[in-house]
């Protein structure tokens, strides 16, 4: 890895629960206008990627890691990523890395002080946690990684402010405040902000961090358990969907289970179009859009990550499948 003198490369690690806007942000920053080569290091829950996928054209390089949470399993893909990273022949100004909604951010960032190579190489600048004002009630009360990733943050961007009302958006504040007085604060629509006041800000203090948790560096201390009842799963469909029998399926799906189904997102192939649709939301809220033409050659078929709580994957699977246009049963 190249680098500017002996300077070691900065690094922003991006938390926010399920659907929060973490991609968001990265496009924002991805598109930019900095004139700056970065690293991107996307962690998603569950066996495919989407996230990539869903990237805006960008040329940095995009490494993925889908089997697990980066703060458990996974930590050590991250090391092997990082020293990779610091073998390559290629220059970066910065490294970003966007965790799970589920990842406790206080290990990945463990990992930028306890490994030596890394801890030379890399500048843990801050981390970001992006949070949904529309569900951050529910989220902060019924999932512990969200009041983690508020806790453990340097940078909150009180995002989708666009959907909440104004009084709402004070008492939100408060509550986040209470959670973290130190953190730097901003609101935003679609993760807009401006570049300057999220890289390289050097917010992340080591010194603070172990005042308030003397035990950081101490690599046992983690104790993060995730919900059980929270799981991914995939539905995949070969043959083209009927529009129709979907758009019913998924409004019955989102009123039925909206509640429980944190985040879905994918692709779907439609019957009679040459574009793939993207389908994707967090509980009600969701939306579909047309993505890119299907390449010539490339194998057709809808993919969709769905992320909740006590949700059976088998029966989502039948009444997916019933969509499809061969299907004589529904
Ligand atoms: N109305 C509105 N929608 C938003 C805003 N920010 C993001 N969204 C939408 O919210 C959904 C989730 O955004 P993502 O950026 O994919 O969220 P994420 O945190 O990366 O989600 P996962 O990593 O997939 O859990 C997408 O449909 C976004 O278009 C916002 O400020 N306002």
Redesign the pocket.
């Known amino acids: 890895m190249k680098k500017h003198g002996n300077e070691p490369i900065p690094v922003t690690v991006l938390t926010?629960f399920?659907?929060?806007?973490?991609?968001?942000?990265l496009n924002h920053v991805l598109t930019g206008d900095h004139g700056e080569t970065i690293a991107v290091i996307v962690n998603?829950f569950g066996e495919v990627g989407i996230?990539n996928e869903l990237l805006q054209g960008s040329e940095e390089e995009i490494v993925e890691m889908n089997n697990g949470c980066i703060c458990c399993q996974v930590r050590g893909d991250l090391i092997r990523i990082l020293n990779q990273l610091i073998e390559s022949n290629h220059y970066f100004d910065r490294v970003i890395i966007e965790t799970?909604?589920l990842a406790n951010p206080g290990p990945v960032a463990q990992t930028f002080f306890v490994d030596e190579g890394i801890a030379e190489a890399f500048m843990l600048d801050a981390v970001v946690t992006?949070v949904d004002a529309v569900h951050a009630d529910q989220h902060l009360d019924e999932q512990d990684e969200t009041m983690e990733q508020v806790a453990f943050a340097d940078v909150v961007l009180l995002?989708?402010?666009?959907?909440v009302k104004h009084e709402e958006l004070d008492r939100l504040k408060r509550r986040l405040r209470s959670i973290n007085p130190m953190a730097r604060f901003h609101q935003?629509?679609?993760?807009r902000i401006d570049l300057k006041e999220l890289l390289g800000i050097k917010a992340f203090d080591i010194k603070k961090k172990l005042e308030l948790d003397p035990k950081f560096l101490e690599g046992h201390g983690h104790h993060h358990k995730h919900d059980d009842d929270v799981k991914a799963f995939v539905l995949r469909e070969n043959r083209p969907l009927d529009l129709k029998k979907i758009q019913l399926l998924f409004s019955i799906w989102i009123q039925v289970y909206g509640q429980r189904m944190f985040?879905y997102?994918g692709f779907l192939d439609v019957q009679g179009m040459e574009e793939r649709v993207v389908f994707?939301?967090?509980h009600m809220l969701f939306?579909t859009t047309v993505d890119r033409k299907w390449k010539l050659g490339e194998k057709r078929q809808s993919e969709i990550v769905i992320i909740g709580k006590d949700l059976n994957s088998a029966d989502f699977q039948q009444q997916f499948s019933k969509c499809s246009i061969q299907d004589e049963t529904a």
């Open positions: 926010g399920l659907g929060a806007g973490k991609t968001t942000l998603e996230d799970t909604g992006v995002n989708k402010i666009d959907l935003t629509v679609y993760s985040r997102k994707q939301g967090v939306g």
